[in-house]
């Protein structure tokens, strides 16, 4: 079986843009030409009768441009108050894209507590279904505002795996500033190979994925990792692509070798749960 084909009947997909994919490399601020792109593509994909949730980072990136701070924010305070701001101010930039191509889309942000409480969690799951229902495009971000440690899930690749788990998605594409998993950091070792298929996510794998960081997003690639490890144990493939050009994500949806695909396996009586406290392994 041709695991590249299958991708072209995956139905319910979230898709996982960083900040550093989202943002001008030289400026922090917005790319917009990009996000044009991205809105375009994602309301093509919900027409043609896929549907799609997004997962958005950026926040921080933003407000910390909009105060015209300099230095990254490290205190917890001065996070959540940057998160405050541009978590608004990136949400106008997404309806107003969505809102030219009469694609509406909504707003959900979550925390930790919001999977570890039953109540919650199944609030959230319905208003997904709901949501998709009414033809929307959610967009996620961790509510950051009020995440302190204990309630972070603290990036969002894991958020976004997360994501893809409580609404039984069958993908997961992961939107980042590299092309995939390589043996080594490639930005170091020129000697590092790519790897196109991970059948399965075997110890060899996890090592490679080395905390290769970029100075705008949370995750490295080891977050990846662990957003594999969800989403595989869920039943969703995942696919890591490089971001720099949003169209990767049309490709992987026509069954084109583009980045690294990490191969679902289902566990049985999977529970979200048991994920949360330890993500860090
Ligand atoms: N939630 C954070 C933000 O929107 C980003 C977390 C991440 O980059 O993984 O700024």
Redesign the pocket.
């Known amino acids: 079986m041709d695991y590249r084909d299958a991708l072209k009947d995956k139905k319910r997909i979230v898709i996982k843009i960083?900040?550093s994919s989202l943002t001008h490399e030289e400026t922090g601020h917005l790319n917009l030409e990009k996000m044009e792109r991205l809105v375009r593509l994602l309301t093509d994909l919900r027409n043609g009768g896929k549907e799609v949730v997004l997962v958005?980072?950026?926040?921080?990136?933003v407000g910390r441009k909009a105060l015209g701070l300099q230095h990254k924010p490290t205190e917890t305070s001065e996070k959540q108050a940057c998160?405050a701001i541009?978590?608004a101010s990136l949400m106008t930039v997404y309806q107003k894209l969505f809102s030219e191509y009469h694609q509406n889309a909504a707003q959900i942000l979550m925390t930790k507590y919001t999977m570890i409480d039953d109540t919650s969690r199944i609030n959230a799951r319905n208003t997904f279904e709901k949501l998709n229902e009414l033809g929307v495009i959610p967009i996620v971000?961790?509510n950051?505002t009020i995440s302190t440690d204990e309630l972070a899930v603290g990036?969002?690749?894991t958020l976004s795996a997360i994501v893809a788990a409580l609404i039984h998605a069958d993908l997961l594409i992961l939107l980042s500033d590299i092309d995939g998993l390589y043996t080594d950091d490639p930005r170091k070792n020129p000697d590092a190979k790519f790897i196109e298929l991970v059948p399965e996510l075997t110890e060899e794998y996890i090592s490679m994925g080395k905390g290769a960081g970029t100075t705008l997003?949370?995750?490295g690639m080891k977050t990846k990792i662990s957003a594999a490890r969800i989403a595989a144990d869920s039943g969703a493939d995942m696919v890591i692509t490089n971001g720099n050009d949003v169209e990767n994500i049309r490709r992987i949806l026509k069954g084109e070798s583009t980045g690294t695909l990490f191969l679902a396996h289902k566990i049985p009586h999977f529970h979200l749960t048991n994920y949360l406290s330890g993500q860090e392994e």
């Open positions: 960083g900040s958005s980072s950026g926040a921080i990136a998160a541009g978590q971000n961790e950051d990036d969002n690749d997003g949370t995750g």
